[in-house]
């Protein structure tokens, strides 16, 4: 076998290994693109939120069009399907009688859930009290609602316990089940079974109740009846979808662009597909690096792909072109030098991305990193075994064309300069407002699909879990036991109105010694009956009356205590499953806070609780504190690649003035791409950030060349012709990403395609021409 | 002599349509002249459970065509506030906020006050058959529901008065316990 056969193969076994890591690869395209790598100890609480939390499970559906009656015949239908299955745990559309088993549970269980269980409630002036007070609110307007509770529960324990329930507003309801505001939608809340960061199961929840619900619609024959839904699950899978598609589309559309280049250039099918080696080889080399580094690999980095085909094209351009007539010998002894500090600059901007505490970013970069070098060695090692350029049309004229043209641009050298003095002044007067501080900038959602989520959020009053208190425990016991302490520190917050409501899982499942005290304080049948004798003297409630009441408080005596399968089969077991969380670590306990009529004041919270070990956290704070913590993090790592940059220059060139000539066409194009960028009204973010850098890292490999000439004889035609060829596709390749809805990738794509451009062109007009010094 | 008879058929030609025309209807287009005001209330409350009434005071004011505020001042301070189809009670630091078109059985119920109030008689025969009897200086009006749902809360709802203020509400429950509500106007807008 000869040489070529021998390379020829190795490169096939290894793209084959390659291909079958890739195959068995796991792809995702959900939030944890933007979570952090090392958490804190709040942002794992939101990082547990967002991936498995309830919130992250509820789909809102809305079923609108036909008449009030035939939507609430389909929501009642629908609910009825749904709730067959297993792919949902919990259906809630405000049927009549859905809420029953709740309220049977509460009765039942009362005197061991009420906290108004104390000793001192049943003695003689506990009863007395009680009773009274309980009277009293028979003359309150919703008395007359109380009054059939009267003889079994005079004490009013019920009215105690409904009276904590967060009073949240319920729903609006027209022909029996929950509607919108306007009346015009039927309303359902519906959780999943599927965990929020299972996109699959998510996304096979959605189809079922699509599927359902036509069903449904065609059973009834109701034609003009829609499906609404929105839900963070949806979100997951039209951002799977989004990104899905984006990466075909984004790819086909870089690809063909670069094919036809690239057959423009070549006119040789032979050339165009050994062209294509080395990138092909760079996208599957990223892929299998990011795959054995992460394990995971995100959608957003295969989208990346697009911009790597530009960037690693280059490579196999140069070498075609510029060996063409020299031979491969030649290429590799004067030209492999300058392409091989390229690549090592672009390695370092990658590279500086590895160090990201964002692992969608850490990804894009290692993703890159790998895609060039590869590219870059398979160019140079393997590409020349397997041909040269042969009979490569001549280029010269393309060439000599761009040289007449470099000889006008000179003169635009002060202008240029002028221009980016203008665009630095205009960023620097912008300052601090030029980057978006909301990690909401990077959010792939649609503007559609986030106003439809928040209109039926209202309409269903579906709770803003912005505060959370977390507490983590041992076991069961002392995570519920650590609730009711942190509860009876939230109460005076909310008895003073600084807090509207809280909720704690034990609530309904009250820890067993809080169930023991208070089942140690309700008396003996014969001991209560003269209690009660003695208490009810002058009152209008007469002891003889309250024989049922008795009964009742002896057989809470007999009863077994509130274990978590008590509440199977009430929604309230779902409440105290959401709230109460069992993982590896051990037990967490949540306890949502949610505003009264004033905003809540994190300080105070904070205050109420310190000392508790109780965890108070904003998640919206921590969202935006987490992207600023990105932010700043990015702005250090772009200014350390920028700086290897010009170390790795600064050590090859061994030139301040050379060093000087290749980075300031790189510095002016960043200072015009922003500047141009934030006229346009591009709100600027994370991503332009990292653009700015990849400017430098892509940018400074056509600065190089011009530099290279400075030494030698004035830029070859030919050498002219590939740089322009190369520039083109890696404008193409990065400017494919700006079409992106994804905002990571469009970031990217609005700044460096049109710098990469622009650095050349920079690096042409700037370079020292001839002239005499 | 003359004069007098004058007076006298002047004052029967007054008097003899505001006889004989003295029904719903008139009751319900003086009852839309009234411009609303403040009154103070009681308020007794017989449940057979119980051997005494239990009584609750306070006042409660009017502004048509839907703003009714009751406000107990005895035994306990709460507020209960009716503006358009939101119903609120406020009691020590607890507020609670119904919306009334959630609730269709609440709504005839609260209907029945206001159409009441508002001399709206189509509101009321909605939901109610209505019959009067008596003068307009002292009138008795029966509502009884039409709708068993209705009916499961309410019996029968019994409102007496003089000319067009509002004396007495009286509510029988299907169980047979009933409340009556005075109304004692403070002044008049």
Redesign the interface.
Known sequence: MNRAGRAFLLWLLAMLAGAAIVWNSHFTADMSFFLPAHPTAEQQVLVDQLKEGVVSRLLMVAIAGGDEGQRAALSRDLRRRLAKMPEFVSLQNGEVGSQDADREFLFRHRYLLSPAVEPGRFTVAGLHQAIADN??R???????LL?PL??RDPTGEMVELL?QLN?A??????AGVWASHD?QRAMLLVQTAALGSDTDGQEAAIALIRTQFAASAQEQGIANASLLLSGPGLFAVNARATIKNEVTRLSTISTLAIIAVLFFVYRSLRLLSLGLLPVLSGALAGIVAVSLAYGTVFGITVGFGSALIGEAVDYSIYYFVQSAGNGAAAWKRSFWPTIRLGVLTSTAGFGALLFSGFPGLAQLGLYSLSGVLTAALVTRFVLPQLGDAGQLRDLAPLGEAVQGALRRLHKLRWPVLGLALAAALSLFVQGGHLWNPELSALNPISQADQALDQALRADIGAPDSRYLVVIAAADQEAALQAAEKTASRLAPLV?S?ALGSYDSPARFLPSQASQQARRASLPAGDELRSRLQAAQQDS???AG?LEAFIEEIEQARQAPGISRATLDGSSLALAVDSLLLHHSQGWSVLLPLHPGEQPIDAATVRQALSGSGALFIDMKGEFNALYNNYLHEAMLLSLAGVLAIVVLLAVTLRSARRLAGVLLPLVLAVLIVIATLHLLGERLHLLHLIGMLLIVAVGSNYALFFDRSKDGPALAPQTLASMLIANLTTAIGFGTLALSQVPVLHAVGVTVGPGAILALLLSAIFIRRETPR | MIKRLASALLLAMLALPAIAAFDVGQLMDDLARHKGGTAKFV?K?Y?S????P???TGEMSFTPPDQLE?R?LT??V?T?RLDKDIIS?E?D?????I?L???PEALAFIDSIRGTLTGNRAALEKNYLLSLAGTTDKWVLTLLPSDQKISALVLRITVSGNKNQIRTIEYL?ADG?R?VLSIEPLELR
């Open positions: 009277i009293e028979l003359a309150s307007p919703i008395g007359m009054k009267l003889a009276s009073s507003s319920q729903p609006d309801s027209r009346g008895s109105g209008p409630l007469a009356k | 308020e409350k449940i459970l119980l051997d005494k239990v009584v609750s009751k107990t035994p306990r709460e209960m009670i009691r630091k607890q507020k609670l906020s919306r078109s959630s609730q429950q316990d409340s």
